[in-house]
């Protein structure tokens, strides 16, 4: 597909905003769907989405609306913006109202919890026929919006997905990368959220730069062999979907995921912090499903078990965090080591 694109990105929080901009900047049609018409008034009016992004001003070319029949009017891409509890509900009523082949985009880092499908299979179930695909990175959106260099990865297992990707999204503040395998490159983006909690628990309790260093390599230790066992190629996780997301949203104070953990560290219930953000951080969730996949695969996941039992069972930060370093293997590039 070449040419100017008409493109709807459903969910107008802040990512699906961003993306919409860029796109939209980028001179094609964007609809951005919301569910609150005030706030699709207010954005059309202003130019400015002000519940997310305040300050942050959106392209001519981009149109905000709460009739998604409307939003889906003759576009040829469809990007899904909503967190993973909603996915499925919205492709669905997506399919109802879109031709098989118009292209659908998950934009979305988490799994659905029966069945632990990722957003990619829950679009191969509702819109069996349509071309597919997904994109996550490290992409903090708040970042995207003040103009910072980022880059994603495009992953589809059909090329025409990857390079129209590529043709309306690329830009010379947001690079875009091309990858085949669609599963690994979204794993990544929801798994690196659960060591984004655990980054911003020790964030709070100020451990050190070597422990942090240590954290995160075990933590794409263990992502990485959690894929192989789910069918994933882990030299994915090298990329910028496993690695350079799991960097960027383990160290950042933008990141919800990171907040949560901060939160939860200085004394606040989990409840009590999850009724206070206005965003969403999915790796509470993710966490949940993960710990129980695990186990059934058996995979060995210390640090996925000891977030679980400080989230979970109550237990205390310190006591965990011993039994994780003692439980851990003592092999180092585990996964290089075994047939892939
Ligand atoms: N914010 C970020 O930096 C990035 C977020 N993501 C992922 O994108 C997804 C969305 O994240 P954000 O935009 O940041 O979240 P957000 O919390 O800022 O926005 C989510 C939006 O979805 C809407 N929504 C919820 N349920 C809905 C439903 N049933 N129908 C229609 N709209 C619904 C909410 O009202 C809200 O406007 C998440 O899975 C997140 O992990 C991915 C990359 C970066
Ligand atoms: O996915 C993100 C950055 O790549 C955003 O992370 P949070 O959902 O933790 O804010």
Redesign the pocket.
């Known amino acids: 597909m070449t040419g100017q694109h008409t493109v709807a990105v459903?969910?107008?929080?802040?990512?699906?905003?961003v993306i919409g901009n860029i796109i939209a900047g980028n001179g094609h049609r964007v609809a951005l769907?919301?569910?609150?018409q005030q706030l699709a008034m207010r954005i059309n009016a202003t130019h400015e989405n002000g519940d997310?992004l305040p300050g942050y001003r959106l392209a001519s070319g981009l149109t905000a609306t709460s009739n998604l029949q409307e939003a889906l009017a003759g576009v040829d891409i469809v990007f899904v913006?909503?967190?993973?509890?909603?996915f499925r509900?919205?492709v669905r009523s997506v399919a109802e109202l879109v031709p098989a082949d118009t292209m659908i985009v998950s934009?979305?880092?988490?799994i659905e919890p029966s069945g632990f499908r990722l957003m990619s299979e829950i679009l191969r179930e509702e819109l069996p026929a349509n071309p597919l695909g997904v994109l996550?990175g490290p992409?903090?959106?708040?970042e995207i919006a003040e103009g910072h260099v980022s880059a994603s990865v495009a992953a589809s297992d059909n090329p025409d997905v990857t390079q129209t990707l590529h043709q309306v999204l690329h830009c010379n503040a947001f690079l875009v990368y091309a990858s085949q395998d669609m599963y690994g490159v979204e794993l990544g983006?929801a798994l690196k959220?659960i060591y984004a909690i655990l980054s911003g628990i020790g964030a709070a309790l100020a451990f050190g730069e070597n422990t942090m260093g240590m954290l995160l390599t075990r933590a794409l230790a263990e992502m990485s062999r959690f894929a192989v066992e789910k069918g994933a190629n882990p030299l994915t996780f090298l990329g910028l979907s496993g690695v350079g997301d799991l960097f960027v949203t383990c160290s950042s104070p933008?990141s919800?995921n990171y907040q949560l953990g901060m939160a939860v560290a200085r004394g606040q219930p989990i409840e009590a912090v999850l009724a206070g953000m206005?965003?969403?951080a999915?790796g509470l969730n993710t966490l949940e499903l993960v710990k129980r996949e695990a186990d059934r695969l058996h995979v060995p996941m210390p640090l996925v078990s000891g977030l679980y039992a400080i989230l979970y069972e109550q237990r205390e930060v310190v006591d965990v965090f011993d039994s994780i370093v003692h439980r851990e293997q003592a092999q180092d590039v585990e996964f290089v080591t075994r047939p892939l």
């Open positions: 459903l969910g107008g929080g802040s990512f699906g905003t769907w919301l569910r609150n997310y913006a909503v967190p993973s509890k909603s509900d919205v934009l979305t880092k988490g996550s992409n903090l959106a708040r983006g959220n933008l919800r206005d965003q969403v999915e």
